[in-house]
């Protein structure tokens, strides 16, 4: 056995007996040669704490406003001032008819992240969430970044828990996991150097799950960071549900280069794609779940994710902007068929979830016909809980 191929049977004893892995295992892994080896081993937890199933749910995303006075060189979203150039703002009403025009579909989530808007009242975000609720009390509302409730505290004068407290006061139900970016400082400071720090991010989301919030984690990767700061990243995070177990997903996020400053950096390969989930998923033994966000990543590399450690291909969608923007050629919306066809294909059972990952809906294999985002069929209502001990 080759000093390499040594080193890699020893990070896999590591996984089988539960022990965590290090920053030096990490890269290890990243830089190993065999990526179907590094797939296999993680698809090994992937299967241990899920089994067969991938999860997916019915949701839609409001993206409100894209103006937004940080200069993040990745994004290909953002509009610096009002009346630039594709540059928007929703009304309330607008807002509203969003959810008002699918009124006959089952949906069970909307996702809301928004550029930090200069001018804007702390009103239009509190009415956001309270227009949407008043239309669908039953819709649970994932809104608003860390990077975005920081922007709050200080343009508002608040601390983090008075604008986590109010915004749950008027329906907000958890936080989606954006803005973490990459939290090695040299890295913020030359690509998103004046929006939220990685200690501020951090600090909001456990004041978060302090508060009683489930949150989300992600993670860009593919413009200027090293492996070893990729590797960093997740052990922050790993150290963060160590001490509070708030996170229910992590979401690895690959780099787009249209129609931004760093245009002229590659996009990751696939290869590289797959690499990032598997090493994800052996690293964050404590984060239950991995979500290979279709929109992102495409549907194939998504599909070819649920081997390689990821359990999680998200929800329908319906509308998106963001990655859009920066040249992303997914679909804008995938119907809820769509997704159990594309689960079955790689092999796994389609389960429905809300945001919370109850289950709601388990496929049984039947014909696809009639599997629709707006189907009545009936929601099978019992907590899914993964038993994370098995992995720690």
């Known amino acids: 056995m080759t000093p390499r191929a040594d080193r890699f049977a020893t990070i896999a004893a590591k996984v089988d007996a539960g022990v965590p892995l290090d920053l030096?295992?990490?890269?290890?892994?990243?830089?190993?040669?065999?990526?179907?080896?590094?797939?296999?081993?993680?698809?090994?937890?992937?299967?241990?704490?899920?089994?067969?199933?991938?999860?997916?749910?019915?949701?839609?995303h409001i993206n409100a406003t894209n103006v937004c006075h940080a200069d993040c060189k990745f994004c290909s979203f953002a509009r610096l001032q009002p009346g630039m150039p594709q540059a928007y703002t929703m009304g309330l009403d607008e807002i509203r008819g969003k959810l008002v025009e699918r009124r006959g579909q089952r949906i069970t989530e909307i996702h809301i992240v928004n550029g930090l808007h200069p001018d804007l009242p702390w009103s239009y975000f509190l009415d956001t969430l309270r227009v949407l609720k008043a239309e669908r009390p039953d819709i649970h509302?994932?809104?608003?970044?860390?990077?975005?409730?920081?922007?709050?505290?200080?343009?508002?004068?608040?601390?983090?828990?008075?604008?986590?407290?109010?915004?749950?006061?008027?329906?907000?139900?958890s936080l989606p996991g954006g803005g973490a970016?990459?939290?090695?400082?040299?890295?913020?400071?030359?690509?998103?150097?004046?929006?939220?720090?990685?200690?501020?991010?951090?600090?909001?989301?456990?004041?978060?799950?302090?508060?009683?919030?489930?949150?989300n984690a992600t993670m860009l990767y593919g413009t200027i960071e090293t492996i070893e700061e990729r590797v960093d990243h997740m052990l922050r995070l790993r150290a963060l549900q160590a001490e509070t177990g708030g996170f229910?997903?992590?979401?690895?996020?690959?780099?787009?280069?249209?129609?931004n400053d760093l245009g002229k950096l590659p996009a990751p390969t696939g290869i590289d794609d797959l690499r990032t989930y598997a090493v994800a998923r052996l690293m964050l033994h404590n984060i239950a779940h991995i979500k290979a966000y279709w929109v992102m990543l495409g549907v194939k590399t998504a599909q070819i994710a649920q081997s390689f450690g990821a359990d999680d291909i998200d929800g329908t969608v319906q509308e998106e902007k963001i990655y859009h923007m920066a040249g992303a050629e997914t679909p804008q919306t995938l119907?809820?068929?769509?997704?159990?066809?594309?689960?079955?294909?790689?092999?796994?059972?389609?389960?429905?979830?809300?945001?919370?990952?109850?289950?709601?809906?388990?496929?049984?294999?039947?014909?696809?016909?009639?599997?629709?985002?707006?189907?009545?069929?009936?929601?099978?209502?019992?907590?899914?809980?993964?038993?994370?001990?098995?992995?720690?």
């Open 24 to 60: 030096d295992d990490g890269v290890v892994l990243y830089r190993h040669p065999d990526l179907c080896a590094l797939g296999s081993l993680a698809n090994r937890v992937r299967e241990r704490l899920h089994g067969d199933r991938t999860y997916f749910n019915v949701n839609f």
């Open 141 to 173: 509302l994932k809104a608003y970044t860390a990077v975005e409730i920081h922007d709050f505290a200080r343009r508002y004068g608040k601390d983090y828990e008075q604008v986590l407290r109010e915004l749950i006061d008027a329906g907000l139900g």
């Open 181 to 215: 970016e990459i939290f090695a400082p040299r890295v913020r400071q030359k690509i998103c150097r004046d929006k939220a720090s990685a200690e501020e991010w951090l600090e909001i989301h456990r004041t978060a799950h302090r508060l009683g919030l489930r949150t």
């Open 248 to 259: 229910q997903t992590f979401i690895p996020l690959a780099f787009h280069p249209d129609g």
């Open 335 to 392: 119907a809820r068929v769509d997704l159990v066809r594309l689960i079955r294909e790689a092999g796994r059972q389609a389960v429905e979830r809300d945001t919370l990952y109850n289950v709601l809906w388990e496929d049984d294999g039947a014909p696809l016909e009639g599997i629709r985002v707006d189907a009545s069929v009936p929601y099978s209502r019992h907590a899914n809980r993964v038993n994370l001990a098995q992995v720690q």
